[in-house]
């Protein structure tokens, strides 16, 4: 089997070569992404593989069909870069639907740390042998509130290490994970709730119609002053105009970003020398509060090995036994096969 492999980083590589050897896959890497312009590429292939990034539209789509091609390997959990109510019936889409959420939780953490604790700061001031601590003062972080808004696995490992810290924990999510809630420390409540009792908030959940911009004026309206905000999940739960403007009003006291609504034509790629013409995320980019990292929560050794062996035997499973249990939607079913929520 031969696989067309889109968005292709050199971190990619290992991984999916060792696991695609063991199970007789084939890939072709291709430094660009999927889009319409560049979907003739996966001609003569038997599936594509791509990432957050990569566009599988309707057009896209219809593309590679046309080709014979039958499935659409996500090697990431998120698919709203794939329309799926276009894609069911016409084409299979699986996807990785965990990997580490360790790397996610420890990276938001990471962020957390760095900006409360100026770690950022003192590591350009004492290179340059800057030994003041002046505008050095951070906050404890045991005894904060941080309310999580969303408590999948890797809500739940980020809450973990909140609890760690002697945090107190208020967690939204449409679906409560069963247990999670223990009437003290960890205790699920409204959306409004969470946001007017936060110190921090933290987004680990899906980019829905209802998430949103669930980050926006009107919510951060509702925070407490100096609120610090995380997204480590998707950039578009987020309105970044608005969280520009409350950072600017002093409501919003820092913001932590791995991710951002516009990025896909940025993030993974070098424009250092470079004249970046989104001017919000350069405006939030200058801000001495906002730490913005490029979609690199997810990258460790141990979650790309998860992600390379996941998607390799999603795709061997499908042409093998016609079946995978990753599969989003069952490309001959009916709505009860509907995962993704989109397709009726």
Do not use: W
């Not at 900006?115 to 050095?136: C, E, P, Q, W």
């Not at 309310?147 to 208020?170: E, K, P, S, Y």
């Not at 905000?229 to 409350?246: C, K, M, P």
């Amino acid at each position: 089997m031969r696989i067309a492999f889109f968005d292709a980083k050199p971190y990619d590589k290992p991984s999916f070569e060792r696991f695609g050897a063991e199970h007789g896959l084939k890939f072709k890497y291709f430094e660009t992404k999927l889009n319409e312009d560049t979907v003739n590429l996966a001609n003569g292939y038997d599936g594509v593989c791509v990432f957050v990034n990569d566009t599988v539209n309707a057009a896209v789509i219809d593309r590679l069909c046309e080709m014979g091609i039958k499935v659409v390997a996500l090697r990431c959990a998120g698919f709203n870069n794939v329309d799926m109510k276009y894609a069911f019936g016409r084409i299979h889409v699986l996807r990785v639907p965990a990997y580490s959420p360790y790397a996610v939780a420890e990276h938001t953490m990471a962020m957390l740390l760095t900006s409360v604790r100026r770690i950022h700061k003192a590591y350009i001031r004492t290179r340059d042998f800057n030994f003041s601590l002046t505008g050095m003062t951070g906050f404890d972080l045991h005894g904060k509130t941080v309310g999580v808004i969303g408590t999948g696995r890797i809500g739940r490992v980020f809450i973990d290490i909140c609890r760690g810290f002697g945090m107190n924990v208020l967690a939204y999510d449409k679906f409560p994970a069963q247990g999670l809630d223990n009437g003290d420390t960890v205790r699920y409540v409204s959306l409004d709730e969470l946001f007017e009792g936060s110190d921090i908030i933290s987004l680990h959940c899906p980019l829905t119609e209802e998430t949103y911009h669930i980050i926006n004026s009107d919510s951060l309206e509702k925070c407490r002053r100096g609120v610090v905000i995380l997204n480590t999940s998707r950039g578009a739960l987020v309105d970044a105009e608005a969280l520009l403007a409350g950072i600017k009003s002093r409501k919003v006291g820092a913001a932590c970003l791995d991710v951002y609504e516009e990025e896909a034509d940025i993030f993974f790629e070098d424009f250092s020398g470079h004249i970046i013409e989104d001017d919000t995320l350069a405006r939030l980019i200058s801000m001495p509060n906002v730490i913005v990292s490029s979609h690199q929560a997810f990258l460790t050794e141990d979650a790309l090995s998860n992600i390379a062996e996941t998607t390799v035997k999603n795709i061997v499973g499908f042409f093998e036994n016609n079946e995978c249990p990753n599969e989003l939607c069952y490309r001959g079913g009916s709505t009860e096969d509907c995962k993704c929520g989109k397709c009726f």
